[in-house]
């Protein structure tokens, strides 16, 4: 039997605690909003989503008024995990139906990948299925031949220079891969581009010869948080109706440790003639990235925007309830957050600034792969790195650091697992841009 769940915008009873958010009658289970603002009224939604799912309530049914679209996917964001799913009726939503449910299709793609173990997705089968999904996004919206793809993978890489996807990925059976996709919705050759994304594909990630503790490996399956993110924007993007023209580049590899696998003091010279030291194999997802970032730099692009779980200094500044947004163009960081606020997904600016690019040096390469100063802003290095590949990184470039993508625990807001976040906000970016 499906339980009834009920907004009211009245506090609860005493005797369900003080401040309590959900009690409970005959009639099924009541959330108390007790006037509060949008904001806090979406943060009390999901709480008491997650509190109801703890209880080992597995089917409810969302009933009565205040049920819009924006409190029925506060809802769904505590409500859902990956163990004990349980099933949500939802009400009709009328002209906001086609919305809700396009979020739920491209939030679900994107957590589901995160969530995949890494003998289920290897790098090819992270490009493949990011094809697939993008495709079919297209496909709904009646733009048959409006996505093109081409996979680069093994030796092909090496072969045709990019260097940092394949010496990150040489050490594993599993051959790293790059992906270029295309959306053109005008199907002109010379249309111009709006954004080029690019994503870290990390499908695990041991460290390679800087290995990690088990601790800190056991969830690296979800180093690809970053494609994943982008993959399912994209395909947001275009389910709302996206009809400009739009490149995606996933930069995918595992790092893993072999006799083949590259080692700390190795030099990768880019196509772009960089030269960079490897100091250490596990800040592998810049060197991967960089490839992406040369190659949306020729596409003469409005916005270059990557995307990766890209760092532990960020995930130390913000935890994992933000993701990092760093970046020099004051307009494109402006636009991002005005894009995040409208879609109630929380970002966090850190400091990007031109004397980080200094702090990277290398006695033997033009720059090295980790910072060069005794107490370094670990993020922001790493943003520094990232811009010898972005021919104007002073504009029309964002570089955002994933923290929020995966929780190793739950919270009181969400279930233990990726949580799809940021899809929401790239996807109105393109839009709105």
């Known amino acids: 039997m499906s339980m009834q769940i009920t907004l009211l915008n009245m506090p609860a009873s005493e005797k369900w605690g003080k401040k309590a958010i959900l009690s409970a009658n005959e009639n099924g289970m009541t959330i108390h909003l007790n006037e509060k603002s949008a904001s806090e009224a979406f943060i009390t939604i999901q709480q008491a989503a997650r509190k109801i799912k703890n209880q080992g309530i597995l089917s409810v049914t969302l009933a009565g008024k205040g049920w819009d679209l924006e409190q029925c996917w506060a809802f769904h964001q505590g409500y859902v995990s990956v163990k004990n799913a349980g099933t949500v009726q939802y009400p009709n939503l009328g002209e906001a139906q086609a919305e809700f449910d396009a979020r739920l299709e491209c939030t679900t793609f994107t957590r589901s990948i995160i969530n995949k173990p890494s003998d289920q997705l290897t790098p090819v089968q992270l490009a493949e299925q990011a094809v697939e999904f993008v495709t079919q996004q297209a496909v709904k919206k009646g733009l048959n031949s409006a996505i093109s793809a081409e ?17 990150v990925g040489k050490g594993s059976e599993n051959p790293p891969a790059f992906l270029a996709l295309d959306f ?15 994503g870290k594909g990390i499908t695990f990630d041991t460290g390679g010869y800087s290995l990690k503790p088990s601790d ?15 993959t399912g924007a994209l395909g947001l993007a275009i389910a709302q109706g996206l009809q400009k023209r739009v490149k995606l580049y996933l930069c995918c590899a595992e790092n893993m440790v072999s006799h083949n696998a590259f080692k700390l003091g190795d030099i990768i010279t880019y196509r772009n003639g960089v030269t960079a030291e490897v100091l250490n194999t596990d800040a592998e997802g810049r060197l991967v990235l960089a490839d992406g970032l040369i190659e949306a730099s020729k596409q003469n692009a409005q916005l270059i925007l990557d995307a990766a779980t890209l760092t532990g200094a960020a995930k130390v500044a913000v935890g994992n309830d933000y993701h990092s947004v760093l970046s020099m163009d004051e307009n494109w960081i402006s636009a991002l957050f005005t894009a995040a606020k409208n879609q109630n997904e929380p970002f966090w600016r850190l400091p990007f600034e031109p004397f980080h690019r200094t702090q990277i040096s290398s006695n033997f390469a033009d720059i090295a792969n980790i910072g060069s100063v005794p107490v370094g802003a ?25 923290s929020a993508t995966f929780r190793k625990t739950a919270s009181d807001l969400w279930a233990a697992g990726a949580t799809g976040l940021g899809v929401r906000t790239v996807a109105n970016l393109l839009l709105s841009a």
Request: glycine share 10%; net charge negative.
């Open 151 to 167: 996979i680069i993978l093994g030796e092909d890489l090496k072969k045709q220079g990019y260097s940092g996807i394949w010496t």
């Open 378 to 402: 670990g993020a922001s290095t790493a943003c520094a790195f990232l811009s010898y590949f972005v021919e104007n990184y002073q504009q029309n470039w964002l570089h955002i650091d994933a």
């Open 216 to 230: 800190s490996m056991s969830t690296m399956r979800t180093d690809m948080g970053g494609a994943a993110m982008l």
């Open 184 to 198: 053109n919705p005008t199907g002109k050759a010379d249309e111009p581009v709006l954004a080029c994304l690019v």
